[in-house]
């Protein structure tokens, strides 16, 4: 033992020359944590000594060369420099051949120095012993933002190398001086493992043998100024540490057994603007926790158990989770993600979360996803200042900065940022099945000025203010969903007039295949909002809407964002006592459902939950021990079922043809009632008519023309009454028209017949043609 405290090796005193001149800078470089080329020093080099075998241990005893099946080649000396052992082994291997694999084996200082116990010694192949690991292809379509399986080229993949088990790490970080793995497997010690630079894309990697699935790691790089950054978490990673902790975890690369075949091969009809397309809105940490358990969520494995058969039996074809991509504060709901590839570790792992989706499809439920493109977190593990430069993010604040939610943009002008966000839409869509996805934010993608004040923010190249970056990377993200991904679907909340949203790419448009109608909900709520008595003055907020309705594909949404920061549960917005609220919200879901477009309804609002949705709390499940909320939750599933078996309130959602007002004029009542028609080319079925009356007073008497049955002739036939939101069975007063009235032969209303009706009070009635 050395005055100093290291290890004396005689080796290193009688071998000086084992270290040349030219490589003291190197390992002063790694020493410092500096150190840019690894492979210039570290692992297998050809000299005037033969093969020289060069590793870097700090805080081992001895390190030997051994060959596959364990016999001794050689062992390493420990250098030393100026401050005594540097923690470098090096020495000549003499029966080591070119391009041989070998395996270290390292003795690690134990107590007092003692290296006999059992586990002292590690055996681990050399990763600096290994060649080039990307292909040139692999950096070209980076460098291109046209690699589209960034998820299975960069971050952590498990592989065999030459026979030798491990995983290959990759990381995008051009303007980085040094980057390392750091981990578990290194004591999270950055000079241990720095990677190789690939100067063509700006891309760092590295071979580390042994290392398995389930190993936590991160990065650390040092910026081009010198600066040692924090510590990174992958951006492309699989996996993710339980939040607060914020490692990534190597995900494992074996293909999951799929067993939906049959919904992949019909999704794309059941998700045609022709079919019925009904979506139930879930946070799915806060959809049902468990109190006695500290209150903790649900894992992927029992939401498949109770979410599935609810959503089901409730009639909605679809579930669409808020962003469940890796997110480290939840009281971001998912949309501030910082691992765009990586299902959020609070409900289980990639696995489990792929076998939810594997149930949902054998059930026949589909699953849309929320993704968020347009902007992420400044959370110093993430991908903020990256590699010391604004690498994902835009350097000037006024392109790069979210004022409203304290986030940063996304560079949608930069090649290599587009094809990592398609690459991840991508990876949802493929690599885990769902069905789509619903865009975030997207009018604050298409919008420079979106939110801002004059002189906040920069004109695009023609002195507008449209952001032709995001415009492009739209499209480019749609056309590339479209060619990869059969049947899946595309949905944009978009909030502004900018045109085509849904029309084809080369067409000039967007691309998506549906866009939220949030003028619809805006209008339509602060209609029913209001005070009956006054809403004749508003008449138009429930009219307004059928003026554009079929300029897009539109998905009629009441979502999470109505029922947040302040605005109140959907019951508690109705007006009136409490019998006039609930019936409100009957008569207003009758509207919605029957309403030109696809449906979105956010959980609670199916049995009328009365408090604001809390994000760590559960629903109000104990409201169904009411009979009124029970009501509520029946009307929603019926008119699921009536939406999905009668043609005419689906085959022609998104064309003008299949609707037609009948009374859109009678303010004075506020009584609106209007005509769905299905698509001949579909099917032949009869048409359906809906009447709201939105005053709590019943009309009797009340004439409404309607047209002439148009199939086999039976006059004067009669229509069926197949809905009533004010039934008892809802918890209504029991007022219609005992199933249904006769066609009498009198004109009104631009049609040669008539129906004479009861009207009841706050109440959605559906009536379909049929004969007598």
Partial sequence: MNDNGTVANPAADTNPDLLPAALIAPLEALLAGRLGDPFSLLGPH????????????????RVEVMDLKGGALGELSLMRNDGGATGLFAGPVPGLKPNERYVLRIHWTGVDGDDSGENAAQETEDPYAFGLLLGDLDLHLLAQGRHFEIGRCLGAQPMQIDGVYGTRFALWA??????????????????????????????????????????????????????????????????????????????SAAPFDWHDKVWMAERGERQAHHAPLSIYEVHPASWL?????????????????????????????????????????????????????????????????ARFVDACHVAGLGVILDWVPAHFPTDTHGLAQFDGSALYEHLDPREGFHQDWNTLIFN?????????????????????????????????????????????????????RENLESVAFLQRLNHAVAERCPGAIMIAEESTAWPGVTAPVNQGGLGFSYKWNLGWMHDTLRYMESDPLFRRYQHHDMTFGLLYAFSEHFILPISHDEVVYGKGALLAKMPGDEWQKLANLRAYLGYMWTHPGKKLLFMG?????WEEWNHDHSLNWDLL???????????????????????????????????????????????????????????????VLIISNMTPVPRYGYRVGVPQYDGVKQSPGSWQEIFNSDAAIYGGANLGNAGGANVQQEACHGHATSLVLTLPPLATIILRQGRE
């Fill in 46 to 61: 050809l000299d005037e000594h033969g093969m020289v075998v060069r590793t870097f241990q700090p805080g081992a005893r």
């Fill in 174 to 251: 051009p303007n980085a001086q040094r980057v390392s793995v750091i981990g578990s497997f290194n004591q999270w010690d950055g000079r241990r493992h720095p990677m190789r630079f690939r100067h063509d894309a700006g891309v760092w990697e590295l071979f580390i043998p042994r290392v398995s699935v389930g190993a936590l790691y991160k990065f650390e790089l040092v910026g081009a100024d010198g600066t040692l950054l924090p510590q990174k978490a992958d951006p492309v990673a699989r996996a993710t540490e339980l939040p607060p902790a914020t490692a990534s975890v190597v995900a």
């Fill in 289 to 353: 926790r468990v109190p006695a358990q500290d209150n903790r969520n649900l894992s992927w494995h029992e939401l498949g158990e109770r979410l599935i058969p609810y959503a089901l039996g409730m009639g909605f074809t679809h579930i669409e989770l808020l962003p469940i991509m890796e997110h480290p504060f939840g009281g971001s709901w998912g949309y501030q993600p910082l691992s765009q590839f990586a299902p959020s570790a609070r409900f289980g792992t990639p696995e489990d979360f």
């Fill in 412 to 464: 949608l002008g930069r090649n290599e940022v587009c094809g990592f966000l398609i690459a991840s839409a991508l990876e949802w869509l493929t690599h885990f099945h769902v069905d789509g996805l619903r865009v975030d934010a997207v009018a604050s993608m298409l919008y420079r000025d979106y939110s801002r004040k004059p002189g906040e923010w920069t004109p695009n190249i023609h002195g507008g």
């Fill in 605 to 609: 609002c199916e049995f009328g939950q």
């Fill in 625 to 687: 021990d009411d009979p009124r909320h029970r009501g509520v939750q029946r009307v929603v599933r019926d008119l699921n079922r009536l939406y999905a078996t009668e043609p005419a309130l689906h085959t022609l959602d998104g064309r003008a043809d299949g609707f037609s007002w009948v009374i859109g004029g009678d303010s004075a009542n506020s009584v609106l009632a209007f005509l769905r028609h299905a698509d001949p080319s579909v099917i032949d079925a009869p048409p």
